[in-house]
């Protein structure tokens, strides 16, 4: 970690007070001003055991808890002695108490026909008999408890099934991205020892079928021959692209000692009487891999009880949901994501309200009289399906923007109640936009900050209770001690940048990062500690400052990732695809602030010499960067592409050989001057070769 957090000098003073909950067409808030809040908040935090005994209440549970918390930090175990099953909370107990034939998914595809798109509602007991079907089939496949399932699947119902499945029988899902690239499915399958894969022929994108199936079929030939063997993959047919494998009869396909089995004939003719597994409070729900600042992605480990409970509970209070009360949740995010999982799944079915998955792209098919890549059709979703709460990422909210004012103003937006943004900090300008352009000044914008790791919300305004200002993430969550300190722990004065460390365990907190005790302990509880008591904090490695009405102000990561598009990805990640190609010797990788996606990738590449020995008469020009930039996207995946590639003879370094990253940050950003010590360089040509090919 080398950056330390700046002040940031953004003075942003609109406030936005929270309005009666009547106007917006709910029958109340859950917390209805701010004093409410507070008197909850400080309960929360000052008596945790009664608060969070409270919120595990609202779970059914085969076995009750003996125990709230034991905390050994870095280790908590919340809810000890309980045992509860996460499909049971979020299926089988609203039919059981007569909500059976409600809708509990509303799916819509991205392909538009004659007809219009397609769309699919499900209902709990749909859910009860599908994922009870799929547990059966992955059973029949040799699927135990505790092991994990790996799911590589594009926004289908059948998504949010095989989840459903996995936690009804105690294993746990990793699910990765349907934008990965083999490479990261084979990386993620190794470290989670993972033997069975669910997948997709195909996934709808902006009017092209990603080839998951083939990505699939890649990594587990990679991976035989690093004799991990996944023996059995289970295939939903969603594009029927590809004719040959059309043909294939269920379990005889395979690729080596892998047996590739059709989803509509393992599930379908599987048995539907599947109960649910009590399991252990804190029995593994799931893995989620997130990029880390050493290159390799850290499985982050969730368990049952505690994630469920917190889950519930910040779903529950950001974004008011009431069951029966004709509310329509939307959640624009990848189930691939944690927001995904928490809140287009876990969170929404948990509390009983519609969640509408959609499966493609914001603009497909373009709008009408606009060029290809312009689109409407998150605004003509949000009317045909009346959608109450919207909840997107500031990426998107950007590219809205750019597309124009005149294509949300066309639909009529006036279901929406709330908005919420979450992902990276969001510029008070979108934020504006955002109010002004979709939510037309009715609906409070919350703005959720929180991480993979925190399983949900840790920062956010609450609708009724928490007046809003365009860029804040304004409180903690109730159950969060948050608090802005220094490298010794001590908290911090209004306006002073520090580091945003949580000082008390949640039920939501990660538990591990799979495999890697090491790297759990450095990378979250390694830095800062109670001053007085010596007990690690939580650091989340953002940088943030408090105002003087105690608001956050998050300032973004002060490690060696980047978030782009809301997406974050570790330097290394890209670093190590740059040198994989036989023309690179060595590449350092930066953020750059970028318009549309937040930030953009800005990589220095230096050169093998062998490749120009090869190569006679090439030179590193706009080809070579166009190779560059086509073999991250086949390594990393689309999403890692970087924008800039800049070919230098050395990189800047300190005596012990670290990249000076902080130094070609500068130089990517166009700052002028060089802003920091160089004393420790080892070579200034280096830097002065890099500004003069600035000019
Ligand atoms: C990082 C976590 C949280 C789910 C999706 C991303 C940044 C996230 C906000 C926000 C400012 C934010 C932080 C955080 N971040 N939300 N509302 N305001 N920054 O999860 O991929 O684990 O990324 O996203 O830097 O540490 P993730």
New binding site residues.
């Given amino acids: 970690m080398s950056a330390q957090p700046i002040d940031n000098l953004l003075v942003e003073n609109r406030v936005f007070p929270p309005v009666p909950a009547g106007t917006l067409g709910f029958d109340r808030w859950h917390i209805g001003s701010i004093d409410e809040y507070r008197a909850l908040h400080a309960r929360s935090v000052g008596d945790p055991e009664t608060f969070w005994r409270e919120e595990a209440g609202r779970l059914d549970w085969f076995t009750p808890f003996d125990k709230v918390l034991e905390w050994n930090a870095p280790d908590a175990k919340w809810f000890v002695g309980g045992r509860i099953n996460a499909c049971y909370n979020c299926v089988d107990r609203h039919v059981q108490a007569g909500h059976g034939e409600e809708t509990a998914i509303i799916w819509e595809g991205e392909p538009v026909g004659a007809g219009g798109p397609e769309i699919k509602r499900l209902t709990y007991r749909d859910l009860q008999v599908q994922t009870s079907k799929c547990a059966a089939a992955l059973k029949a496949l040799g699927v135990k408890k505790g092991d994990v399932v790996t799911i590589y699947m594009p926004m289908v119902p059948e998504l949010a099934v095989a989840i459903l499945a996995c936690a009804r029988i105690g294993a746990a899902h990793s699910v990765i991205f349907g934008g990965f690239a083999p490479h990261a499915i084979t990386e993620r399958v190794v470290d989670a020892s993972s033997r069975v894969i669910i997948t997709a022929d195909g996934g709808w994108r902006r009017g092209d079928v990603v080839p998951l199936l083939k990505n699939v079929e890649e990594a587990v030939g990679t991976l035989a021959n690093q004799g991990h063997i996944v023996n059995h993959v289970l295939v939903v047919q969603r594009t029927a692209h590809d004719a040959g494998r059309h043909g294939w009869a269920s379990g005889t396909a395979r690729i080596g000692p892998t047996k590739f089995h059709w989803w509509h004939d393992a599930v379908y003719h599987a048995g539907d009487a599947c109960p649910c597994e009590p399991m252990d409070s804190e029995d593994m729900l799931f893995l989620l891999y ?2 880390g600042s050493t290159g390799k992605p850290k499985g ?1 480990l969730h368990t049952t009880a505690g994630y469920l409970a917190f889950v519930q509970m910040t779903a529950r209070l950001t974004f008011n949901l009431q069951p029966g009360a004709g509310q329509v949740f939307w959640c624009s ?1 990848d189930i691939g ?3 995904g999982h ?1 809140y287009v799944l876990y969170g929404l079915l948990m509390n009983r309200v519609p969640t509408l998955m959609y499966e493609g792209a914001p603009n497909f098919p373009a709008a009408p009289g606009k060029p290809a890549g312009v689109g409407d059709r998150f605004w003509d979703i949000i009317a045909r399906h009346k959608v109450t709460q919207f909840y997107t ?2 990426t998107a909210i950007r590219t809205f923007m750019k597309w124009g004012d005149d294509l949300p103003a066309k639909h009529d937006l006036s279901s929406l109640r709330i908005l919420g ?6 510029n008070p300008e979108a934020w504006m936009w955002y109010h002004e352009h979709i939510g037309r000044k009715r609906c409070p914008i919350v ?8 399983g949900g919300h840790v ?2 305004p609450l609708p009724g209770a928490i007046a809003t200002k365009p860029g804040s ?1 304004t409180l903690p969550m109730l159950g969060i001690d948050a608090a802005i300190v220094n490298e010794q722990g001590q908290e911090l004065g209004p306006n002073q940048g520090g580091l945003f460390v949580i000082r008390k365990p949640w039920p939501g907190m990660l538990r591990g990062v799979y495999g890697n005790r090491e790297r759990f302990v450095s990378n979250y509880w390694g830095r800062v500690k109670d001053p007085r008591t010596g007990v690690p904090y939580y650091f ?3 940088g943030a400052r408090r105002d003087a009405d105690g608001y956050f102000w ?1 300032q ?2 002060i490690d060696d990732v980047i ?1 782009v598009s ?3 990805l570790g330097t290394m990640e890209v670093e190590s695809a740059l040198v994989s190609h036989p023309a690179v010797a060595e590449a350092a990788v930066v953020g750059m602030p970028h318009d549309i996606k937040g930030n953009a990738i800005c990589a220095f590449v230096t050169l093998r010499a062998s490749w120009a020995a090869k190569n006679p008469g090439r030179k590193p020009d706009d080809d070579l960067r166009k190779d560059l930039i086509a073999h991250v996207a086949k390594e990393v995946g689309a999403l890692a592409k970087p924008d800039q590639i800049r070919f230098s003879e050395g990189l800047p370094k300190t005596r012990s050989g670290k990249i000076m990253r902080r130094l070609l940050r500068d130089v990517a950003c166009g700052v002028e001057k060089i802003t920091q010590d160089t004393t420790t360089l080892e070579d200034y040509s280096v830097v002065a070769k890099l500004r003069a090919d600035e000019e």
């Fill in positions: 997130t990029s982050i995010a994501w944690v927001t928490s990422a500031p943004t979450v992902g990276e900090p969001i703005d959720t900050y929180w991480q993979t790791e925190t920062g956010t993430c989340s490695a953002d998050i973004g990561r978030k809301g997406h974050l």
